[in-house]
């Protein structure tokens, strides 16, 4: 139990003393870029199933034919 506590206890003094959080700006910025890629990759993905139901839908159509 006592490895458990010196556990956290290291932990906590990594955390709060070694650690080097980013300001707040910085933050900010990489919140709002992962976001864009993420906007950015949906609409890739959107685009190509939307292409590929298409092709699909017309070989479906030309075979029925």
Same mark, same amino acid.
């Given at each position: 139990?006592?490895?458990? &506590?010196?556990? *956290? ?16 700006? %910085? ?8 976001? &864009?890629?993420? *906007? ?16 699909? %839908? ?8």
């Amino acid at each position: 139990m006592a490895k458990v &506590v010196q556990f *956290f206890k290291e932990s906590y003094e990594e955390m709060t003393q070694k650690v080097t959080w980013p300001a707040w700006a %910085d933050l900010l910025n990489s919140a709002v870029l992962v976001l &864009v890629a993420s *906007f950015i990759i949906a609409l890739v993905i959107f685009a190509m199933d939307k292409g590929s139901t298409f092709i699909l %839908d017309t070989f479906y159509k030309s075979l029925s034919n």
